[in-house]
């Protein structure tokens, strides 16, 4: 399934704050009781979009300035907690390509890869000019350059870190990995022939 | 110069380099449980992919099932229809399943190890983050997403990026009613929840040598709560004891050349570390978490930390959400806090050492008015046994409710939730905002006999006080 190539993402973006921000925040557990991932992205940070009732609470996500947003902006060690898919499978049906954060936590920056949701890791001072200029303008075009690893915004550009293996696979479409992985069928007959325990019925 | 264990499997497993420099691995055993197995199970019909090694597949149901129900269909009609597909997919494709009746079934890291088909010198990869738990044994074990079970599934690989491997020495004696629990909540406070990004730990030392595989797995789940995807414990004896005669297990000749192989893949002591760090075992007291991340840890002795003490805004800012989501205040002790709920269960502290070591202490005594108590046996093996042994009485008499095995109240996809803001002594391992059930439920994560404590006292207790613990008793003497 060589996908398309993701060179660049624009839209508009969003401020969700906070550090260490979990998956089990990104898509309280009791909303994967499912067999497929559709419909997920209603789910997305529910616990801090709704009360308990299910009525909205104050929050960016339920602010109509910034409906339509498909770039998220959040702290550091985003997406930390559990190797649950369905946290970027929320984000991603939720209509959002890109997360700018801080840091990512390791599963989750593969997960997310592995879907086409470009991870870019921007210093706080950077996030905090981004955060600014969004809040103030809603409306703002943001677009992540992927080949030179910048964020134009407004009159702004920053600069932004990504592991290279992901930025590679984003540049030539292979970022599911699936086909190349199948490819190497007979190579991985070849390493299991090695190992004892791999015998069997 | 030698290699690490880790060094060693990963090269053993290694198929090929991927374009994007990652290496395509190969994942000796997969495990699947019912939430993160059925979107892979959809992909792979999508787009008409066989599953490539079957007998490399084994599966279970934990997260999902009621621990208070013993028939189907379940009144829950979603996890009805987890079960039924499980099911469903595991019978098409030919893979085992430890399902309800088979007396196998329970929580995927705990039924691994009893059946013996967590075995060293193997990568292991499972749809759930606490896969780290199987390192016990001397292998690599990681947790993957739903896109990488299907990869699984279809190529018995997948692509991935090696790890730094940083050596965790813990040296010296462990005090008495101090735990593995205690030892792996210290290590996340000591090198924070993102210290172990990019590492594999291996867990090493006196401590670890000494210590009983339920023990030594009690740590390595934890490693992801330090960000760590992988954790291990070199094989020894201990692990080729625990091992010998259990169902999955190499049986006779097999069973000696497997245990030199096995030990062929323990670290060579000349080889090099990208980082190691020493703990004093004297230094670690019993350890329980006062805030929104299992970081957030403190002895029992010590005080809840004071937003007005951070070392920079960052940890200013998350003391103050944690204290206000906890409605503790900064700089007051943590004991004699009072709780509502008691927990005991999980992939961390639901094995039977874990049930035996806290029913010694706890024959005769009683849960405090006010507080709900649930003991959850990590397996239908660990009831089955905690019941031969007349364990259960011990904790029905006390006033603990006893349950059927799963997940339960770790993460709360079944009945078992909290209610509102009550608060929850728990020997799990998350504490995050909304973990267990009730968006304002907050968690204490501790060791079990603490949590026997908190549940007797009605409050947060010093185990080692509650139950006069001196010396260090073996729970399996
Ligand atoms: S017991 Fe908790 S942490 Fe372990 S597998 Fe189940 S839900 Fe996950």
Redesign the interface.
Known sequence: MASDPIKKVSGRAVFVA???I?T??II???F??????DGLGDYLFY?VRKT?KGEDKPHNLNDPKFAGASILISG??FG???????A??AIMRAGFNAVIAG?F???FF??ST??GIVCACAS?ADRKQLVATIEAEPSTEVTIDVVNQQIQFGQYSIPFEI????K??FL?G?Y???D???E??S??DA??S?????Q?? | MGKSLFEKVWE?????Q?????T?L?I??HLIHE??S??AF?MLRDKG?PV??P??TFATVD??VPTDEKSEPFS?A??D??IK?IRRNCEQHGITFFDLASGKQGIVHIVGPEQGIT?PG?TIAC???H?STHGAFGAIAF??????V??VL????????RLKVRRINVEGKLGPGVYAKDVILHIIRLLG??GG??FAYEYAGSVFDNFTMEERMTVCNMS?EG?A?VGYVNPDPTTFDYLKGRPYAPKGA?WD??VE?WSSFASDPDCAYDDVVTIRAESIAPTVTWGI?PGQAIFINENIPAAENAKDA?EK??IE?ALEHMHFIGDTPILGTPIDVAFLGSCTNGRLSDLQEVAQYLRGRKVADNVKAIVVPGSQGVSMIAEQMGLDKIYKDAGFEWRGAGCSMC???NPDKLIGDQLCASSSN?N????Q?S?TGRTLLMSPLMVAAAAVEGKVADAREVFSVHEKQTALA
Not at chain 1, 194 to 198: D, R
């Open positions: 906070g550090d260490d979990d089990d925040r309280p557990a009791r994967m009781k499912c067999i497929t991932f616990d308990e550091n060690n930390c907690g559990s190797s649950r898919e369905h970027p499978q840091s936590a390791e599963i593969g997960n592995n879907l706080d592991k290279p293996g992901a590679d696979s030539s292979s599911d990995p699936l190349e992985l199948l190497g069928a190579s991985v390493v299991v090695q190992l004892a325990y791999m069997g019925a | 053993a497993h290694s198929v090929r991927l374009a994007n420099g990652q395509q190969l000796g055993t939430v993160t059925p979107q959809g992919i490539r090694f007998h490399r997260h999902i829950d979603l996890a229809a987890m597909e075995q193997t749809g759930d983050s896969t947790g993957i997403g739903t896109s990488q299907r990869d279809a190529t018995q690989t997948i692509a991935l990026n929840t993102q990004t990019g992801i960000g995807r097999d050349a497997a192989r991340t960052a800012a998350s959400e993460l709360a996809m998350r995050f905002k909304g973990r059930g968006p």
